[in-house]
């Protein structure tokens, strides 16, 4: 395994080994085979593992050695690799830094996917993974056709057979967990922590992978905890890297970094014997590990967790020094240069010139005239041969066949289309081009007919549909071109989508053509007399020839007819190029090198084209070089991928003679990963009379034409050139021959010396286009008349690419006429010799450093196995996240992959490229083999594949983010200052003139006649003889009808009854505690009052759910307890519930007090009602389980109930004539007081309506509202967000039922939490129409030590006037930077992280509140966000608990200032916000104070020193994707885990790891630990709708979510 010491193996087994190695690259014997044999040989001295299977070669288990296994892979590698990108050198550069890497390798924590994810592939079945490591077929034909390997289907290790589709991840979790939970690493046995909730079987054979992956794990696991224990292994010296000390990222201060690393411990066994040394060292809190509030869990995910904790340890590359100012004094770290980067140092280069272009006599002056002059003295030469997809001749083109017709097409053009008075086409219009790849000679008559007519043809694709990747923007250019008629063959005509009437849809973006048939047939016959005006080359345009961006964008390069001459001539004058020779050609001819010299350059001198289309490379990628032989053809136009086809089907070739070939043109010489192909391309067909000088490579781009050409040259002259340059060096801009690195070398080779006529420099690529040095890459120029001349129709993009004037070190322009920028990126070498580096599109500039996107591509072609992914299909870009370019390669891989198999390749190739680049990858993709959108040619469409990504469309099937690796330029975290002392802080305030932030309600003012009872039971006997039958109380059922109704008397008799039975029934003394677990309605409330009048105290309680008993009963059961119920009452249904066989099955049925049920009361009243005698003992008590999870009970004495009651009553002016609508949840808070309390204190008429029944019918509130003709309604948040999605599509029909909200003066949302500005906004927008006042709509806020705060109540028209109203809710912008440093920064709207905050209502009469310093309990100024304090007659008197926690009692309920008004005694509400005094003045004239919730204390989590609220992080992932309903972040050991729902197909789930990562780094400049997608309603959600983190945190840690996919980022 990896870290046991090699056995050395005898000499005879040796050899029989080299003998093997031998067979297999010969292709004697299968890979299969030869595996098996192997492992035969090899098995009697590698002691097997238990439960491995012995066909496993040790090839398979060592991840990543450069031993003899990649020694023969190398010899093989020809058949299994994109040649393009294949050097061997970069193969074993590749190898040696993962070999690297392997001392410190990273525990990369898998990630977990839910099973049904997994089976995306479409293959039924497929090898186990041990079986499959030699299912690879040698031979393999065309690279995005899959392959058929020679793999019979063999049973696995254990018997798993072909067990259903990709179980490897689920194993994997498992050996995972085992290596991580220390059982020996290479035993099977399933450990009880991996048995997911997902899985269901496991596979088979998984036994040895799994032992590979725990040794691997084994490792990391010692590794990061060396930085910390400083614990080291024999044999083991592991090279610590000399940066300083490791930057944490998981806390900021030293205590939390110990805390965090105190929990690993090492253990070992006491004899520290082979067997102890591969002991995976446990962690020791991934057994025991404690959430938030002290529950043990022992799981999967918090192993995971903690492994991702330790790997984020490593030390990261060195932090940077400087920092960019953000507009806020917020910093974000900028890269500063290197003192030690590489500079250029060498002499300002010197421009160079090519060769005269030598004018020969018999050149013709344009190539119309070389197509007259040859189509009339030699019209039988052959011009073209085209092939069918057999490889036959289809047919031949002469000269005199391409003339006459092209003059046919020419001549209607001009003058069948449209009218004699109103041609459609005049000569310089412009036409489009539409031919498909396997049609030249079509193409090549159409293309000259628009040379004969002066009409400019602007070649394109063929939309093969409507939608196609590229179309859109084509389509763009054909509207700028001015573009209405379209040239195409009949078959293409045929074969284009038609709509049902038989005529071509208008594609997406294009404009309205009219399509033109060429074909002769189609076409009349020019008169006698007519002849085209062929005139010599001059300024006119010829053709346009399209260029897709890196963003996607279209552009039309315009080429000039002396261009094109020019160019021709030039290329004539390189290529040596003679009349009649004969030339293959397998570019596309439409652009680039094809059309140049298989359309232009052939006509010019008479050559035979032979042309062979792409679908017949496919079909045989040999195809090109019989034509060569068959037709001794003298030069051969291909691109390296065609050499690298024909490598890969070369075995079935015998008779192949290439000594015909003087020129075999590579058309993208300019990639720097050509040079492999050409040199393996050479080696295979050098025995076959290839001469080496033959190979000529070119650089080409679409605005300067052909730039560079190795020309062919005579036997025995000097070798090409080639540079071996550091990688190093290119990314800092400048050349370096590599000498000693050799892992991270780029090896170029030359594409020969400057064209004919033209002259070249190389300028800086950013800037002013400024001369480099000689040894600077720079982007090359030319300046020669044969270039494009400009972009059609954008003159200021032409300007900065056609008309640049390089200057001198001395700012003097090196010459009078202008260069064309060429795209490429390079440098002139020794001897004229052109060396390209790269790309201007394919650039990525990381952290101020260059990375070419072909390079990244070709290292991670080069890792290990290499026919994972398919060759071609791997797109690398940059996206720009956090003020930096961020690079993510995204691949195809194979369809018969497993999960290990990915994951594994996965972080291979991420240390590849951190090796060899030293860059990081911000995100890794790989999606299901044929899903990326393709260009034309099969190619991979990068700017479409970009959009997706960004969009969230590209449904890939595998994600690895490395966002803590990456991104190095977050802002510096806020280092805590040492406190300033409450005293410095108010004389602070006063000397700034800011106002210490304190505010109160208005005064209780006088009492009135139902205010002198002190008790709501003298209350309500009171009312019972005044008003006996005034009602009270009308409960609606769903359909919206009353279901019953109470009057003053009823409501006195009825509790009358309730207190005889307590007394008779349960023998309960004063004091007592009784549970009343009612559904909301009359019941509770009678219930209720039966208890004051008996002297027991009531406790209200949510009844449990009758289709969810085992998570909502035992909430029940403890409140029961907790509360010290002696008894409980309820109605019959629930008794029976309570009784049941699922009750007794969540909890223990036998320890409840006694239930008694209330449905048939006795009949006689009790002797007398019990009269309380001191108004501060208890009336009730609260119970409510708060957002973190915790269940809080608090006290509530009669005091306090009257207090609170007269506040409400004086607050919304209730009065007996009043209706109220009230459709919240009766059971507590503001909620329980406002069902139950108020109107008894009040008298006015409650209209109940149960938020249950809303499920049922989501208009019963709003109509109900709208019948009684309600002014006055309270909802909660959870209602109002039913209105809107429920009836958000049927306010029409509801109007029409008449349904009528213009009566509704106040609407108030009951909340304990930040008012949701949006929520609110869009209700008020919905129902508007239904007459719903804007300003109706505003949110109370209460808490535990005061159940309400602030209420607001608007009067809206005339009762305004009258002084009673208080002013509208006002909504300011604040400055989410400033709020995490717990300052208060008003911002306009919309300025950039502004974020809204509705005040939360009016503070209640009788209630003050101060801001003070949660920390030093100081008052704070206005501008400071702190803990909101509260003193009020209707405070809670304290917490009731069974613990009797007196210290938190004391400091919730009975806190005082430590400055200033020190005598007050305040109550902590546990939630901060801010005051504001408004402009606005309330009733008295005092201006009015706002008050603004911010979130609750205990739910902020302090991440790098600042303080963010979880909704803050939650608004943003939610709005980044369509798919994502709901969301909630916490922490865990300082990691940010972000838990989304997500409404939308499974395959969606990984679009959104991406999103999410970017988002909160871009807004929050935090970086996520954790993504975890879920399905809709796993987000756990309290009675008011609040999310209940911490039980979400809980559950996640405890693995109970069945996620469907959970992301570790690196």
């Known amino acids: 395994m990896a870290d046991r010491?090699?056995?050395?193996?005898?000499?005879?087994?040796?050899?029989?080994?080299?003998?093997?190695?031998?067979?297999?690259?010969?292709?004697?014997?299968?890979?299969?085979?030869?595996?098996?044999?192997?492992?035969?040989?090899?098995?009697?001295?590698?002691?097997?593992?238990?439960?491995?299977?012995?066909?496993?070669?040790?090839?398979?288990?060592?991840?990543?050695?450069?031993?003899?296994?990649?020694?023969?892979?190398?010899?093989?590698?020809?058949?299994?690799?994109?040649?393009?990108?294949?050097?061997?050198?970069?193969?074993?550069?590749?190898?040696?830094?993962?070999?690297?890497?392997?001392?410190?390798?990273?525990?990369?924590?898998?990630?977990?996917?839910?099973?049904?994810?997994?089976?995306?592939?479409?293959?039924?079945?497929?090898?186990?993974?041990?079986?499959?490591?030699?299912?690879?077929?040698?031979?393999?034909?065309?690279?995005?056709?899959?392959?058929?390997?020679?793999?019979?289907?063999?049973?696995?290790?254990?018997?798993?057979?072909?067990?259903s589709s990709r179980e490897g991840s689920i194993s994997m979790e498992h050996w995972i967990s085992r290596a991580i939970h220390g059982t020996s690493s290479t035993t099977t046995t399933t450990s009880s922590t991996a048995s997911s909730s997902s899985s269901s079987t496991r596979s088979g054979g998984s036994g040895a992978a799994g032992g590979r992956l725990a040794d691997v794990l084994a490792q990391h696991v010692h590794i990061s905890a060396h930085h910390h224990l400083r614990h080291h292994r024999p044999h083991h010296h592991h090279k610590t890297e000399n940066h300083s000390a490791p930057p944490d990222v998981t806390g900021y201060t030293n205590s939390t970094a110990n805390a965090a690393t105190d929990g690993i411990q090492v253990e070992r066994a006491p004899g520290a014997g082979t067997a102890a040394q591969r002991q995976t060292p446990k962690y020791g809190n991934a057994e025991l590990m404690e959430t938030g509030d002290g529950v043990p869990v022992s799981s999967r995910v918090s192993a995971k967790i903690?492994?991702?904790?330790?790997?984020?340890?490593?030390?990261?590359?060195?932090?940077?020094?400087?920092?960019?100012?953000?507009?806020?004094?917020?910093?974000?770290?900028?890269?500063?240069?290197?003192?030690?980067?590489?500079?250029?140092?060498?002499?300002?280069?010197?421009?160079?010139?090519?060769?005269?272009?030598?004018?020969?006599?018999?050149?013709?002056?344009?190539?119309?005239?070389?197509?007259?002059?040859?189509?009339?003295?030699?019209?039988?030469?052959?011009?073209?041969?085209?092939?069918?997809?057999?490889?036959?001749?289809?047919?031949?083109?002469?000269?005199?066949?391409?003339?006459?017709?092209?003059?046919?097409?020419?001549?209607?053009?001009?003058?069948?289309?449209?009218?004699?008075?109103?041609?459609?086409?005049?000569?310089?219009?412009r036409v489009a081009l539409v031919f498909p790849n396997n049609d030249p000679a079509a193409f090549m008559t159409a293309f000259y007919g628009c040379l004969l007519a002066e009409v400019v043809p602007v070649p394109i694709e063929v939309p093969l549909t409507r939608k196609d990747a590229g179309s859109q923007q084509i389509g763009f250019l054909l509207g700028s071109c001015g573009v209405t008629v379209a040239l195409t063959s009949d078959a293409c005509?045929?074969?284009?989508?038609?709509?049902?009437?038989?005529?071509?849809?208008?594609?997406?973006g294009w404009p309205k053509v009219l399509w033109f048939v060429t074909e002769s047939k189609h076409l009349s016959k020019p008169p006698r007399d007519w002849f085209p005006h062929i005139k010599d080359a001059n300024q006119d345009t010829a053709y346009i020839e399209y260029k897709t961006c890196k963003d996607g964008s279209v552009l039309g390069v315009t080429v000039m007819r002396i261009a094109m001459l020019t160019h021709c001539q030039a290329l004539t004058q390189s290529c040596s190029y003679t009349e009649a020779e004969t030339i293959v050609n397998v570019l596309d001819f439409k652009k680039d090198v094809g059309l140049w010299h298989a359309v232009l350059t052939s006509v010019m001198n008479m050559m035979h084209v032979i042309s062979i289309p792409y679908a017949l490379m496919k079909v045989n990628p040999l195809s090109w070089i019989q034509k060569v032989c068959q037709y001794k053809a003298k030069v051969a136009c291909v691109k390296s991928r065609d050499m690298h086809w024909a490598l890969v089907a070369h075995r079935d070739q015998r008779d192949i003679n290439l000594t015909s070939l003087r020129m075999l043109v590579v058309a993208d010489g300019s990639n720097p990963w050509s040079i492999s192909s050409c040199d393996a391309f050479l080696n295979v067909f050098q025995s076959k009379g290839l001469k080496p000088e033959v190979i000529c490579p070119c650089a080409s781009s679409p605005e300067a034409l052909t730039v560079a050409l190795r020309r062919p040259v005579e036997e025995g002259s000097t070798p090409p050139g080639r540079g071996v340059l550091s990688m190093q060096g290119l990314s800092h801009g400048v050349i370096r021959v590599d000498s000693e690195e050799k892992l991270s070398v780029l090896t170029l080779q030359d594409v020969g010396s400057v064209m004919p006529g033209a002259m070249m420099c190389a300028v800086k690529p950013e800037g002013v286009p400024q001369l480099c040095k000689a040894d600077e890459i720079g982007e090359i120029c030319v300046c020669t008349v044969a270039t494009g001349t400009s972009y059609y129709g954008l003159a200021g993009m032409t300007k900065n690419t056609f008309e640049v004037f390089p200057t001198s070190n001395n700012g003097a322009p090196i010459s009078e006429f202008p260069f064309t920028r060429t795209g490429l990126l390079g440098f002139i070498g020794p001897a004229g010799l052109i060396f390209v580096a790269g790309k201007m599109d394919g650039l990525m500039v990381v952290g101020g450093r260059r990375h070419n996107a072909d390079d990244i591509v070709a290292t991670a072609l080069a890792v290990e196995p290499m026919k994972f992914v398919y060759r071609g299909r791997i797109a690398v870009f940059s996206i720009t996240v956090l003020h930096d370019e961020r690079i993510v390669v995204v691949a195809e891989q194979r369809p018969d992959s497993t999960e290990e198999d990915s994951f594994q390749w996965m972080s291979r190739v991420l240390q590849a490229i951190d090796g060899i680049h030293q860059v990081g990858v911000y995100c890794l993709a790989l999606v299901p083999s044929n899903t990326l959108p393709k260009t034309p040619l099969g190619g991979i469409h990068l700017s479409e594949t970009k959009q997706l990504f960004l969009e969230g469309a590209l449904h890939p099937c595998n994600v690895l983010m490395c966002p803590h690796t990456c991104v190095t330029n977050l802002p510096k975290p806020r280092q805590k200052q040492p406190e300033i002392g409450p005293a410095s802080v108010m004389v602070g305030n006063l000397v700034s003139g800011k106002r210490i932030a304190q505010a109160s309600g208005r005064d209780l003012g006088q009492i009135e006649d139902n205010d002198q009872f002190l008790f709501l039971s003298e209350v309500l006997q009171w009312r019972a003889q005044t008003t006996p039958d005034h009602v009270l109380y009308t409960l609606l059922n769903s359909r919206g009808t009353i279901a019953s109704s109470l009057t003053c008397v009823q409501l006195h008799k009825r509790a009358e009854k309730i207190a005889g039975m307590l007394a008779e029934r349960g023998h309960l003394q004063d004091g007592d505690h009784v549970a009343l677990v009612?559904?909301?309605?009359?019941?509770?409330?009678?219930?209720?009052?039966?208890?004051?009048?008996?002297?027991?105290?009531?406790?209200?309680?949510?009844?449990?759910?009758?289709?969810?008993?085992?998570?909502?009963?035992?909430?029940?059961?403890?409140?029961?307890?907790?509360?010290?119920?002696?008894?409980?009452?309820?109605?019959?249904?629930?008794?029976?519930?309570?009784?049941?066989?699922?009750?007794?099955?969540?909890?223990?049925?036998?320890?409840?007090?006694?239930?008694?049920?209330?449905?048939?009361l006795p009949k006689k009243k009790p002797p007398l009602l019990y009269k309380p005698s001191n108004p501060d003992t208890l009336a009730y008590l609260d119970f409510s389980v708060s957002t973190t999870g915790m269940l809080a009970g608090v006290k509530m004495s009669h005091t306090a109930t009257s207090a609170f009651c007269r506040s409400i009553k004086l607050q919304c002016e209730l009065y007996p004539s009043r209706e109220v609508a009230i459709c919240l949840d009766p059971y507590c808070g503001l909620g329980f007081v406002l069902w139950c309390l108020c109107s008894v204190y009040s008298g006015h008429q409650s209209i109940l309506i149960p938020p249950s029944e809303l499920e049922v019918n989501p208009a019963l509130w709003l109509s109900a509202v709208s019948q009684y003709k309600v002014r006055d309604t309270f909802c909660s948040y959870s209602v109002m967000e039913l209105c809107t999605k429920g009836l958000g599509l049927q306010t029409d029909s509801l109007k029409s039922r008449g349904l009528?909200?213009?009566?509704?003066?106040?609407?108030?949302?009951?909340?304990?939490?930040?008012?949701?500005?949006?929520?609110?906004?869009?209700?008020?927008?919905?129902?508007?129409?239904?007459?719903?006042?804007?300003?109706?709509?505003?949110?109370?806020?209460?808490?535990?030590?005061?159940l309400a705060i602030c209420l607001q109540p608007h009067r809206l028209g005339k009762l305004a006037d009258q002084g009673t109203s208080g002013p509208d809710p006002t909504t300011v912008y604040v400055d989410m930077r400033a709020l995490r440093h717990d300052r208060v920064r008003l911002v306009e709207r919309g300025s950039p992280h502004s974020l809204p905050l509705m005040e939360s209502g009016k503070i209640l009469p009788g209630v003050r509140i101060i801001i003070a310093n949660p920390e030093t309990k100081g008052p704070m100024g206005e501008s400071h966000l702190g803990e909101i304090w509260v003193h009020s007659g209707h405070n809670a008197s304290g917490y009731f608990t069974v613990y009797g926690d007196e210290a938190l009692q004391s400091d919730h309920f009975n806190s005082r200032l430590s400055f200033g008004d020190t005598q007050t005694v305040w109550a902590r509400t546990g939630y901060l916000g801010f005051l504001r005094r408004t402009e606005l003045t309330d009733a008295s004239g005092e201006r009015h104070d706002a008050l603004y919730v911010v979130g609750a204390l205990e739910e902020a989590m302090e991440l790098r020193g600042m303080r963010y609220h979880p909704i803050d992080i939650e608004t943003s992932v939610i709005r980044t994707h369509k798919s994502i309903t709901e969301c909630a972040v916490f922490t865990w050991t300082n990691l940010l885990v972000v838990v989304v729902e997500l409404d939308g197909s499974e395959q969606e789930a990984l679009d959104l790891v991406p999103l999410v990562t970017n988002v909160v780094l871009e807004e929050h400049y935090l970086i996520v630990g954790v993504v975890v997608v879920v399905d809709i309603g796993v987000i756990p959600i309290n009675s008011r709708g609040e999310k209940q983190r911490m039980h979400l945190r809980d559950g996640f840690l405890a693995d109970q979510l069945d996620p469907i996919y959970v992301a570790y980022n690196m």
């Open 493 to 508: 005509h045929k074969g284009l989508p038609k709509s049902p009437t038989g005529e071509i849809p208008q594609f997406k």
């Open 1300 to 1346: 009528d909200l213009s009566r509704v003066r106040t609407c108030v949302v009951v909340a304990e939490e930040r008012p949701r500005t949006a929520l609110t906004q869009s209700f008020s927008k919905l129902f508007k129409d239904l007459g719903l006042h804007p300003r109706a709509v505003s949110t109370s806020f209460g808490c535990r030590v005061n």
């Open 1078 to 1160: 009612y559904p909301p309605g009359i019941d509770l409330i009678v219930a209720f009052y039966g208890c004051l009048y008996a002297g027991c105290v009531p406790i209200t309680v949510r009844p449990p759910h009758p289709q969810n008993i085992a998570t909502t009963l035992p909430t029940v059961k403890m409140i029961v307890e907790v509360s010290r119920s002696v008894c409980v009452m309820t109605t019959q249904l629930i008794c029976k519930l309570l009784r049941s066989k699922e009750a007794s099955a969540a909890v223990d049925v036998r320890t409840w007090p006694p239930v008694m049920d209330t449905d048939d």
């Open 5 to 163: 010491d090699p056995v050395p193996l005898p000499a005879e087994v040796r050899a029989k080994l080299a003998e093997l190695e031998l067979e297999l690259s010969e292709g004697d014997i299968t890979q299969k085979g030869y595996e098996k044999k192997r492992s035969k040989l090899i098995g009697a001295f590698f002691p097997q593992a238990p439960g491995m299977d012995p066909s496993m070669g040790q090839e398979r288990r060592t991840p990543v050695t450069p031993s003899s296994s990649s020694r023969y892979h190398r010899r093989r590698s020809s058949g299994s690799r994109d040649e393009r990108y294949r050097s061997d050198v970069h193969t074993e550069a590749v190898q040696a830094a993962l070999a690297k890497h392997k001392e410190r390798k990273m525990a990369v924590p898998m990630p977990s996917k839910r099973r049904s994810l997994v089976v995306q592939t479409s293959m039924d079945a497929y090898t186990p993974p041990d079986t499959s490591s030699g299912s690879e077929g040698e031979g393999q034909g065309d690279g995005d056709e899959e392959e058929g390997g020679d793999c019979e289907e063999e049973d696995g290790g254990g018997g798993g057979g072909t067990s």
């Open 306 to 429: 903690q492994q991702l904790v330790n790997t984020l340890k490593r030390p990261k590359r060195p932090p940077l020094r400087e920092f960019f100012v953000d507009d806020f004094e917020e910093l974000l770290e900028v890269q500063q240069p290197d003192p030690n980067q590489p500079k250029a140092e060498g002499a300002q280069m010197v421009a160079m010139r090519g060769e005269q272009l030598g004018v020969v006599t018999n050149w013709p002056p344009s190539l119309e005239a070389a197509l007259q002059r040859w189509g009339t003295i030699s019209p039988k030469a052959p011009c073209l041969t085209t092939m069918d997809t057999n490889g036959k001749p289809l047919y031949v083109l002469t000269y005199g066949k391409l003339w006459s017709r092209s003059l046919k097409v020419a001549y209607n053009l001009l003058h069948k289309l449209g009218t004699k008075q109103e041609p459609l086409v005049r000569p310089g219009d």
